[in-house]
């Protein structure tokens, strides 16, 4: 039995938009992931969870076999909510693996069938947050770690963001979840100060930060 390959799921096209680079990409245009695929012979199910499992594969890989164990994740979303003062909505939030209540992003899974990563986006804002916003770009994908398993977060920004027109009910952990507004360079300085720990909030701050920096006037 063969496992489903996480190199075959699509990764959205960022479109143009007032955040887009002007002129050429320059000498980092060649640098990018090169999909391969080796025989998988064998793919066993380890483990199954409530959310991810965990797979077992032997592969043919060049004059011999491996054996690899990973966790198959269904992929996951987050979402770069700015203001119109460029301020970044944070959450922070219990996690018990890490005994922390982490800063992160807006984020969730991709755990309903047929959706598709804005569609969870654009519904994990409003679950988590209350909110909707009018104009959605992908901003950046990113394994989260690909030596052990499979996820693929897909991170969106969202701007002209507004009220949601109802609340919505949350339990366990989301129901003490901390909302805050913060100054998206007040946030990128604590990403790079080692204040805040997560990836992905990492990723989608420090990428939306960069985005607004090449928007700036020349000499600013």
């Not at 992929?75 to 700015?82: I, M, S």
Request: glycine share 8%; charged share 25%; net charge negative.
């Amino acid at each position: 039995m063969t496992t489903p390959d996480p190199t075959s799921r699509p990764v959205p096209e960022r479109p143009s938009s007032r955040f887009a680079r002007s002129g050429s990409a320059g000498q980092d245009a060649g640098l990018t992931d090169e999909p391969f695929a080796p025989e998988v012979l064998q793919s066993d199910l380890v483990y199954e969870g409530r959310v991810w499992d965990v797979r077992s594969d032997r592969v043919r890989y060049g004059d011999g076999e491996i054996v690899r164990q990973y966790v198959a994740h269904p992929g996951a979303v987050a979402v770069v909510a700015l203001d119109d003062e460029d301020r970044v909505l944070l959450i922070q939030q219990y996690r018990h693996p890490i005994r922390h209540r982490d800063w992160e992003l807006p984020a969730g899974l991709l755990d309903v069938a047929g959706e598709e990563p804005l569609a969870a986006a654009q519904r994990e804002l409003a679950e988590e947050a209350d909110l909707t916003a009018q104009h959605w770009q992908h901003l950046v994908s990113s394994w989260t770690t690909p030596g052990g398993n499979d996820e693929m977060i897909h991170v969106y920004l969202a701007t002209g963001v507004e009220h949601a027109a109802a609340a919505h009910d949350r339990e366990d952990e989301e129901a003490d979840i901390r909302l805050a507004w913060v100054p998206l360079s007040d946030a990128a300085n604590a990403v790079l100060a080692g204040r805040m720990h997560n990836g992905i909030l990492q990723i989608g701050v420090l990428a939306a930060e960069r985005m607004l920096r090449r928007q700036e006037p020349a000499g600013q």
